[in-house]
C-alpha cells in the first residue's frame, strides 16, 4: 500500500500571489496576476508612483522658481583650468601642519571643510533639481516641468556662454600633489539620474529630437572620454567602490549617447571584475568595510551595485541572478547589509567617524532588490525611511534619489 503524499512550498520561498500580497501591505498597490507570474514593470512603476508622487510633485513645484548654475558661476584660483572645466579637490586631504604652505596630507573619512566645493555643490542641485523635475513630468504630462528640465540641460551641456566641457581632467585634485585624477571621475556619478531623466522623458515625448541631441553629444563625448582618457582607465580599473560608479555612470551614459559597445563593455566590467573582486563569501564589501566610514560606504556600493543591475539587466540576462566564482552576486550584497538597514544599531563593525547618527536614508538598493528578488521585506524598510536627507554628505553619497526614473517600464528592454 501507497501513501500519498503533498508537496509543501519551500518556507523561504516567495509565490507571486504571497510577494504581491506583501507589497500590498506595504506600498499599498501592485496589480494581482497570476501565483506563477513574476511582478511586472507596470506594476512596480504604480507602487512607486504612489509611494511618492506626493514628495515629487512638491519638490517639483519648488523647483520652477530654481535658475541654472554651472560651473561657470564660481572658479577657483587653485584649478589649472579653465571657467568651463570642472574643478574639485580630494575631500581627505588637508595643509600639512608640519609644512604650511606645503603638499596637501590625507586623512581619510575626514572632509576638509575649506577646499573648493562651488562645482560639484552646482553638481548635486543640478542632480537634485532635474530628475525631481523629469518624474514630475512622467506623472503629470505638464510641459512646465519639462521645459524647466531642458532649461537646466541647455545650460549645463548646450549653452556656449555656461556649459561644462565634458571631462573631467581637473576633478578631485590635490594642492601641491595633483591637477586631478581619476579618481574624481567619481563626481560625475552625479549626472547618472540626470541621463536617466534624459533617457526617460526622450522615450515618453517629453523632449523633442532637435533639443535631445545636442545634449546627447555631449554625453557622446563624456563617456569616449571616460572610456579612453587616462583618467578614465584608472578609474575604470579601480577595484572598490570607485569601480562600481565607473561602470554605472558608463552604463548610463552609453545608453543615452547610443554607444552599445561600451554598454556591452559594462556588463562584461560588472561580470568579470566588479562582482569577482567586491563581494566576500558573506555577501560582505570587504574594501569598503575597511575604510573609516564602513557603514556609509557599504550602503553607497551597495546602491550603486543595485543600480548597475537596475541599469544594465535585460529579460535574457539578470544581472541580480548573477554570480561570481564564489557563488556570491549583488542579490548577496544586499542581503548582507539589510539587517543593519532596518537596525542601524545591529552594524557589528567599527561606525563611521562623521554622519553616523544620520543614516540609513531610503536606499534604493532595498526598492530594486526587493522588486526582482521578491523579498517584501526590503520594501517595507525601503517605504518606511527618510528619502530626502538634508545633510549635504548623505546626499553627496546618494546618487539614485527618483526611483520612479528606474522602475519605468519604457525602459525596461
Known amino acids: 500500500m501507497t501513501t500519498k503524499t503533498t508537496s509543501k512550498p519551500h518556507p523561504n520561498r516567495i509565490t507571486r500571489r504571497s510577494f504581491v500580497a506583501g507589497v500590498a501591505g506595504t506600498a499599498g498597490t501592485l496589480a494581482l496576476h497570476p501565483a506563477s507570474a513574476a511582478p511586472t514593470s507596470e506594476d512596480t512603476y504604480t507602487m512607486v508612483a504612489k509611494v511618492d508622487r506626493a514628495r515629487i510633485l512638491d519638490a517639483a513645484q519648488r523647483y520652477l522658481a530654481e535658475e ?9 584660483k587653485r584649478s589649472q583650468g579653465g571657467p568651463h572645466d570642472y574643478f574639485s579637490e580630494g575631500d ?7 609644512n604650511p604652505g606645503g603638499p596637501y596630507i590625507r586623512r581619510d573619512g575626514f572632509s576638509n571643510p575649506d577646499n573648493f566645493n562651488d562645482n560639484r555643490e552646482a553638481l548635486i542641485r543640478l542632480s537634485v533639481m532635474t530628475p525631481a523635475l523629469a518624474a514630475a513630468w512622467r506623472l503629470t504630462k505638464d510641459k ?16 556656449p556662454a555656461t556649459k ?27 549626472l547618472v539620474e540626470v541621463a536617466r531623466a534624459l533617457r526617460v522623458l526622450e522615450a515618453t515625448g517629453g523632449l523633442s529630437a532637435a533639443n535631445v541631441e545636442p545634449i546627447r553629444a555631449w554625453f557622446a563625448a563624456y563617456v569616449d572620454w571616460m572610456a579612453v582618457s587616462q583618467n578614465g582607465k584608472e578609474e575604470e580599473a579601480a577595484k572598490n567602490n570607485h569601480g562600481t560608479c565607473w561602470v554605472l555612470q558608463a552604463a548610463e551614459f552609453s545608453q543615452f549617447a547610443h554607444r552599445p559597445d561600451l554598454t556591452a563593455l559594462c556588463r562584461d566590467r560588472f561580470k568579470t571584475a566588479i562582482v569577482p573582486d567586491q563581494i566576500a ?16 560606504y557599504s550602503l553607497f556600493d551597495t546602491d550603486v551595485l543595485s543600480g548597475i543591475c537596475q541599469s544594465l539587466s535585460t529579460r535574457a540576462d539578470d544581472l541580480w541572478q548573477f554570480k561570481g ?3 556570491k552576486g549583488v542579490a548577496d550584497a544586499v542581503a548582507f547589509v539589510f539587517p543593519y538597514i532596518a537596525d542601524k544599531s545591529k552594524w557589528p563593525f567599527a561606525k563611521d567617524v562623521e554622519y553616523f547618527d544620520d543614516l540609513p536614508a531610503r536606499r534604493p538598493s532595498l526598492l530594486f532588490a526587493g522588486v ?35 522602475v519605468d517600464p519604457v525602459l525596461r528592454p
Open 325 to 327: 566564482p564564489n557563488g
Open 92 to 98: 581627505y586631504w588637508w595643509p600639512d601642519p608640519k
Open 164 to 190: 561644462m566641457n565634458p571631462n573631467l581632467e581637473y576633478a578631485q585634485a590635490i594642492f601641491g600633489v595633483s591637477k586631478g585624477r581619476g579618481i574624481g571621475i567619481i563626481d560625475t556619478l552625479h
Open 281 to 296: 563569501n558573506d555577501g560582505s564589501l570587504p574594501l569598503e568595510l575597511a575604510r573609516t566610514k564602513p557603514y556609509s
Open 372 to 406: 526582482a528578488l521578491r523579498r517584501p521585506e526590503y520594501l517595507d524598510v525601503w517605504r518606511r525611511l527618510d528619502p530626502d536627507p538634508k545633510v549635504p554628505e548623505v546626499i553627496r553619497n546618494m546618487p539614485i534619489r527618483q526611483p520612479l526614473l528606474w
Open 68 to 76: 541654472p548654475v554651472t560651473v561657470t558661476a564660481a572658479h577657483s
Open 144 to 159: 512646465r516641468y519639462s521645459a524647466h528640465f531642458l532649461q537646466h540641460l541647455r545650460a549645463w551641456f548646450v549653452d
